[in-house]
């Protein structure tokens, strides 16, 4: 009987190992890593309205906020533009103040998944704000935006007619196609 047990389990470790890794992913993984990610989370609603568009803005402020993050918030807000923070730490009572009056939703998480964990999970906790999302940015503050005011690069990004648009500086240096 144990041989039988012992044989099946090892089929079943045989099956599951010949699976495609991202289908072992799929099942395993994410929707267990999304229970543990949004147990973990604390989300709390901001004071501005939704405008119908919407700035995921991830921040990491380990030292509480800087002045950058705030001249981030002012140009969005320029720009009509309804803030989702996504911070991966947790927030002083003083910086979640200014927070809660400067967006529509604040999300406080550990850093797991880095970077692009914190926007899925930005994007899977505001799935209902994002319903009525005309236009979206994707902001980091390891990127400092904007670096001069009256900067037009959303009105740019918004005018150029693409569907996706980015922007990217590297240490200040050009690039050249050759």
Same mark, same amino acid.
């Given at each position: ?17 010949? +699976? ?21 989370? !604390?989300?709390? !609603?901001?004071? +501005? ?19 950058? &993050? ?6 969005? @807000? ?25 967006? @529509? ?42 670096? @001069? ?5 959303? @009105?740019?990004?918004? *005018? ?12 200040? &240096?050009?690039? *050249?196609?050759?």
């Amino acid at each position: 009987m144990i041989e039988k047990v012992l044989r099946e389990a090892n089929r079943l470790r045989l099956q599951i190992a010949s +699976l495609p890794k991202w289908a072992v992913n799929l099942i395993f993984t994410s929707a267990n890593t999304d229970l543990a990610l949004t147990q973990k989370s !604390k989300a709390t !609603k901001g004071r +501005l309205k939704n405008s119908g568009k919407i700035a995921i803005y991830l921040i990491f402020p380990i030292n509480g906020l800087n002045q950058y &993050h705030k001249r981030t918030l002012d140009e969005l @807000q320029r720009n009509n533009y309804s803030p989702i923070i996504i911070s991966n730490s947790r927030l002083q009572e003083s910086d979640l103040n200014f927070l809660e009056d400067n967006s @529509q939703l604040i999300i406080e998480r550990e850093n797991l998944g880095y970077d692009f964990g914190g926007y899925r999970e930005g994007i899977l906790a505001s799935s209902s704000i994002l319903k009525s999302c005309r236009k979206l940015l994707l902001l980091n503050d390891s990127t400092i935006f904007p670096l @001069q005011k009256n900067s037009t690069w959303i @009105q740019r990004a918004e *005018q150029s007619g693409f569907d996706f648009t980015g922007s990217i500086s590297m240490n200040g &240096h050009k690039s *050249q196609k050759t």
